[in-house]
Nanobody
């Protein structure tokens, strides 16, 4: 199983970016997909998660500015980031909790990370 993230870049404060992450490989079912981020010198933190058939969860710091969505047919998760702030600067990682077989235990998989830099 591989998760491939894309869409990061350098933008100015107030601008927008859209991240995408595609899961591929031996996938039976994806329970949830999400985005985390890690700024220099800080721990990795949850940004947003979208479970299958459940309620999305956002970090308080991004509520009202970021929107997470999924295309289940494409095993893809998106993160639309609007009104970006310098504090959003971080490496963004996509995550999926999925089963590779009907009888398997759900496991965590991570993408390689994509850099988002917001200048003031």
């Amino acid at each position: 199983v591989q998760l491939q993230a894309s869409g990061g870049g350098l933008v100015q404060a107030g601008e927008s970016l859209r991240l995408s992450c595609v899961a591929s490989g031996n996938i039976f079912n994806i329970n949830s997909m999400g985005w985390y981020r890690q700024a220099p010198g800080k721990q990795r933190e949850l940004v947003a998660v979208i479970p299958s058939g459940g309620t999305t969860t956002y970090a308080d710091s991004v509520k009202g500015r970021f929107t997470i969505s999924r295309d289940n047919a494409k095993n893809t998760v998106y993160l639309q980031m609007d009104s970006l702030k310098p504090g959003d600067t971080a490496v963004y990682f996509c995550n999926a909790i999925l089963l590779t077989q009907y009888y398997s235990t759900p496991k965590d998989y991570w993408g390689q990370g994509t850099q988002v830099t917001v200048s003031s």
